[in-house]
């Protein structure tokens, strides 16, 4: 049984990361090479600025650094068929968005309706008891009330007056 030393494994280790790292490519981004106006020499990702003179730049990326240009008139008859579909489509989702407009439309009418509706319900119900406390008022029964003390006071003719005037705004208010 052999062993290996422990420096040997180390060495061959170095070895192993020394050909992964030369099996690497120089440089990861394009690299752009050009003579700037002052005669000094520029290295960037980036092409150089422009108005630089064709003859300044020494060095170009091997990969392109931009999509290629099409003249539109070499677009324009491929994107022909594509306009049928595209038009389609697009009065489908029209048509969609005008359902769901209509849609939100009947339901917003729905809660005012039903708004409306509870509210006649309660100016009813408001009527009905204000009419029926009318009656009581006329009719010179005996109405005792609680004042801030806390203590029950019988309502005497001026306090009968003033009750059947609010009552009257109430009714005026609820009774339509």
Same mark, same amino acid.
């Given at each position: 049984?052999?062993?290996?030393?422990?420096?040997? +494994?180390?060495?061959?280790?170095?070895?192993?990361?020394?050909?992964?790292?030369?099996?690497? &490519?120089?440089?990861? %981004? !394009?690299?752009?090479?050009?003579?700037?106006?002052?005669?000094?020499?520029?290295? +960037?990702?980036?092409?150089?600025?422009?108005? *630089?003179?064709? $003859?300044?730049? /020494?060095?170009?990326?091997?990969?392109? *650094?931009?999509?290629?240009?099409?003249?539109?008139?070499?677009?324009? &008859?491929?994107? #022909? !068929?594509?306009? !049928? %579909?595209? =038009?389609?489509?697009?009065?489908? %989702?029209?048509? @969609? /968005?005008?359902?769901?407009?209509?849609?939100?439309?009947? @339901?917003?009418?729905?809660?005012?309706?039903?708004?409306? @509706?509870? $509210?006649?319900?309660?100016?009813?119900?408001?009527?009905?008891?204000?009419?029926?406390?009318?009656? =009581?008022?006329?009719?010179?029964?005996?109405?005792?009330?609680?004042? #801030?003390?806390?203590?029950?006071?019988?309502?005497?003719?001026?306090?009968?007056?003033? @009750?059947?005037?609010? *009552?009257?705004?109430?009714?005026?208010?609820?009774?339509?």
């Amino acid at each position: 049984m052999s062993t290996l030393h422990p420096i040997s +494994s180390r060495v061959a280790l170095s070895v192993l990361a020394a050909l992964c790292l030369y099996s690497l &490519p120089a440089s990861a %981004a !394009p690299q752009w090479k050009w003579r700037d106006a002052s005669g000094s020499i520029q290295y +960037s990702d980036r092409p150089p600025p422009a108005g *630089t003179p064709e $003859q300044a730049i /020494l060095a170009r990326p091997a990969v392109p *650094t931009s999509r290629p240009v099409v003249k539109a008139a070499e677009v324009a &008859p491929a994107a #022909a !068929p594509v306009a !049928p %579909a595209a =038009s389609a489509a697009a009065t489908k %989702a029209d048509s @969609e /968005l005008e359902a769901r407009r209509r849609k939100a439309e009947e @339901e917003k009418k729905a809660q005012v309706k039903a708004e409306e @509706e509870k $509210q006649a319900k309660v100016r009813a119900e408001n009527c009905q008891r204000a009419t029926a406390y009318m009656k =009581s008022l006329q009719d010179g029964i005996r109405i005792a009330r609680t004042n #801030a003390a806390g203590e029950r006071e019988i309502l005497d003719d001026a306090g009968r007056a003033e @009750e059947m005037r609010r *009552t009257q705004e109430v009714m005026a208010g609820n009774c339509r």
